[in-house]
């Protein structure tokens, strides 16, 4: 079945450092990848999202890549803050009016001072 | 603030009781949808609604069911609760659907349920 995984589960930098994290899909029909942000105890936020047509997208200090060929897709976030802290969770779907939206397991990032 | 509302923002209960999970989606979303996540895990999605009727089912267990009403709001009911059934329970909504290149979901603030 449709399946994405992401990793790592956990991820510690410095801050000022950049933070990677990636996913791969299994439904090479997925067309639209969200990414998005939960901190503790409060509502997952949309941070980034790209469709399938473009290879890269950024929005200040936050960027998404894609690589449809090897369903890959990535979160970059350089200059890292301390609210940057949280956990981060990318997603696939596909343009079908009766599918779903599967999330990745999520990753913790850590900012270090 | 999403725009996305949900109540009660904490429910606490006792195992075998019956709750409802009230859930109004943001102005002019027709698409509604349910997840469940328990501590430190991810989204599990339950169920989703688009303009009344069900769209796309995740695994919902069959003590659980959902409806949305004529006016866009949903309502998650979750019967004979088990202590496993805690967890923080979200509701999301979209203008449409994937299909249209409507699908961004945007959060509401979940309702914690706690069943002892």
């Known amino acids: 079945g449709e399946n994405v995984e992401q990793h790592p589960s956990t991820l510690s930098v410095q801050e000022g450092d950049s933070a990677v994290i990636k996913c791969t899909y299994s439904?090479?029909?997925?067309?639209?990848f969200p990414w998005y942000k939960q901190e503790l105890g409060k509502r997952p936020q949309l941070i980034i999202d790209i469709r399938s047509n473009v290879g890269e997208k950024k929005d200040q200090r936050i960027a998404v890549t894609l690589n449809k060929t090897a369903k890959h897709f990535s979160l970059h976030i350089t200059e890292t803050q301390p609210e940057d802290s949280a956990v981060y969770f990318c997603a696939a779907s596909r343009s079908s009016s009766a599918s779903k939206i599967i999330f990745g397991s999520g990753t913790r990032l850590s900012i270090r001072p | 603030d999403s725009g996305v509302t949900q109540t009660p923002k904490h429910l606490i209960t006792a195992t075998g009781q019956r709750v409802t999970l009230r859930c109004s989606p943001r102005s002019g979303d027709l698409s509604v949808y349910w997840y469940q996540q328990s501590l430190d895990q991810g989204l599990q999605f339950l169920i989703q609604?688009?303009?009344?009727?069900?769209?796309a089912k995740g695994n919902i267990l069959e003590r659980f069911s959902a409806q949305q009403f004529p006016d866009l709001h949903s309502e998650l009911n979750l019967s004979s609760l088990e202590l496993g059934d805690s967890a923080l329970y979200f509701c999301a909504s979209s203008v449409g659907l994937a299909g249209r290149g409507q699908e961004t979901q945007y959060f509401g603030p979940g309702t914690r349920l706690l069943v002892l």
């Open positions: 609604y688009y303009n009344g009727e069900e769209r």
């Open positions: 439904d090479s029909a997925s067309n639209y």
